[in-house]
Nanobody, 118 residues
Framework: VQLQASGGGLVQPGGSLSLSCATSISRFGISAMGWYRQTPGKQRELVASITSGGRKSYADSVQGRFTISRDNSKNTVYLQMNNLKPEDTADYYC?????????????WGQGTLVTVSS
């Protein structure tokens, strides 16, 4: 089971970046996918998620600036980040959640660093 995240980098405040996460998990087994982020000394926080039914949710801090989407044909989820702020600087992690026979399981990709700085 793998999730491969990519797309992080350095961007100036107000700029944009797009993250992508490809998974080898069958989309029929996934209940939701999401992006989390974490900075040193802080807990990992949910940034955005999308359910198998297409319902999206966002953290208040990114609402209106970030957009999560998915391409089922490529088993890939994306995070488009616009109007980036220095406080968006973090390691971003892709997550896939499965639900089977009453059991929820979380799978994580490697982090990809996003740095917003002038």
């Amino acid at each position: 089971v793998q999730l491969q995240a990519s797309g992080g980098g350095l961007v100036q405040p107000g700029g944009s970046l797009s993250l992508s996460c490809a998974t080898s998990i069958s989309r029929f087994g996934i209940s939701a996918m999401g992006w989390y982020r974490q900075t040193p000394g802080k807990q990992r926080e949910l940034v955005a998620s999308i359910t198998s039914g297409g319902r999206k949710s966002y953290a208040d801090s990114v609402q209106g600036r970030f957009t999560i989407s998915r391409d089922n044909s490529k088993n890939t989820v994306y995070l488009q980040m616009n109007n980036l702020k220095p406080e968006d600087t973090a390691d971003y992690y892709c997550n896939a959640r499965t639900f089977s026979f009453g059991t929820t399981s979380d799978y994580w990709g490697q982090g990809t660093l996003v740095t917003v700085s002038s």
